[in-house]
């Protein structure tokens, strides 16, 4: 289960972008409107059952609590591998591991989406990159935990759009299909009897949404090896390219000063091979003939020391296609290749998830679920207006109707 930061105003913290399954996120979250005074019971059951819970819904299934109190990140055991995705959390184990990790908002994820686009009535500050973080176990007092998801009712109530009628209930939220239902928590119903209803439905899907999970994650870490290895050979190939563009300008200037020393209609020729050796492609075959005369006309003048042989061994790197085929600029474009076919993988693989994410059903096992409570989905339920979720969101609870105030409007 995840605690939410403390810090960030509960409205806001709804309309942070959420990673779905290609973005190494959720393909639900599961928020409880319940008070103390609603519904003890009810309350006291969610957070005693916390373990339960983080077992039976993995983390595929984000089911979020406030936090009682400000979630620390300690610089202590930063992970220097998929920085900033890990950290070290104090309380709360080792953060990004199976059983506790942590959630970071997904501003630039394009794997994310937003329940809510409209901004809040009043100054919002500027949300945290760290949102939540995970724990197999209750990382604080069960009263804590209480008073903490008492308070924020009321602010997921006119963010969802929830009537005081239909509290206490559980909000689903699809990430996947992008709707929501509100499941009335009926007397003697729990959190964890709801969510294994729903996860018993779905879980014939899970082993292979586990095997994608685990193929993105492989080619998200090689994709982190393939930019620190592009790194560094891109330093090398541009060294090797600047080498040789040097040992180049050497050339030409030596060759536009021994032009001094040419008959009148070689210095032309000469002329021609000194611009002709700014560029880098092989030499043409109708070329040679000026640059043999060129070579022997060097020959010839008593004083042209090692030119000829320089001159030479440049030309046949050309033709050998240097600089990029030296060693280092040839490496750095097989690991480009290799990049290259990463993200192609990281794209099928994301493909993939979208498509299992929709295979969930998640629709069918909520109602399903809600129906085995003796529940049923509302063809006109009323919503309270305004309300800052953008989806559809669907009620199910009895048939029996619900006395209500002015200031709802049928959905």
Avoid at 15 to 34: D, E, I, K
Avoid at 64 to 79: G, T
Avoid at 228 to 251: I, Q, Y
Wanted: proline share 7%.
């Amino acid at each position: 289960m995840y605690s939410s930061e403390v810090d960030l105003p509960v409205e806001s913290f709804l309309r942070m972008p959420f990673r779905t399954l290609s973005g190494g996120g959720f393909a639900a979250m599961v928020f409880v409107l319940a008070r103390s005074a609603d519904a003890p019971d009810l309350q006291r059951g969610f957070f005693q059952h916390w373990s339960d819970i983080d077992d039976l819904t993995g983390h595929y299934i984000a089911v979020f609590s406030p936090s009682p109190k400000k979630i620390r990140i300690s610089a202590e055991r930063p992970h220097s591998f998929y920085s900033p995705e890990t950290c070290w959390v104090p309380g709360l184990e080792e953060a990004g591991g199976h059983s506790s990790r942590l959630y970071l908002s997904s501003r630039t994820c394009p794997g994310s989406v937003r329940m809510g686009t409209s901004r809040p009535v009043g100054a919002m500050p500027p949300p945290p990159r760290l949102i939540a973080a995970a724990s197999a176990v209750r990382p604080h007092d069960l009263e804590e935990h209480q008073l903490a998801l008492t308070f924020t009712v009321s602010a997921m109530q006119r963010f969802f759009g929830i009537p005081a009628s239909l509290v206490p209930c559980a909000v689903i939220v699809d990430l996947e299909q992008r709707n929501a239902f509100a499941v009335a928590m009926k007397d003697g119903t729990s959190v964890y009897d709801l969510l294994k209803r729903i996860t018993t439905r779905i879980e014939h899907v899970i082993p292979r949404i586990d095997e994608a999970e685990a193929e993105r994650v492989a080619a998200v870490e090689a994709r982190h090896r393939h930019r620190d290895r592009l790194g560094r050979l891109r330093s090398s190939a541009d060294n090797a390219r600047a080498h040789w563009a040097a040992h180049k300008r050497r050339l030409i200037d030596d060759l536009e000063a021994f032009s001094g020393l040419l008959a009148p209609e070689e210095v032309d020729v000469c002329s021609w091979m000194a611009r002709r050796l700014e560029h880098d492609e092989p030499v043409a075959e109708d070329e040679w003939t000026s640059i043999r005369a060129l070579l022997r006309a060097m020959v010839a003048t008593e004083s042209h020391g090692r030119l000829p042989r320089r001159l030479r061994r440049t030309l046949a790197g050309l033709n050998r296609g240097r600089p990029e085929e030296d060693a280092a600029p040839r490496r750095l474009a097989a690991a480009r290749a290799e990049a290259e076919a990463t993200e192609l993988r990281i794209g099928r693989v994301k493909a993939r998830l979208d498509e299992l994410g929709r295979e969930l059903g998640l629709e069918a096992a909520v109602v399903g679920a809600a129906e085995d409570l003796g529940l049923t989905r509302l063809r006109e339920p009323r919503l309270s207006v305004p309300r800052g979720l953008d989806w559809p969101l669907h009620v199910l609870d009895e048939q029996a109707p619900h006395t209500l105030n002015q200031g709802f409007e049928r959905s």
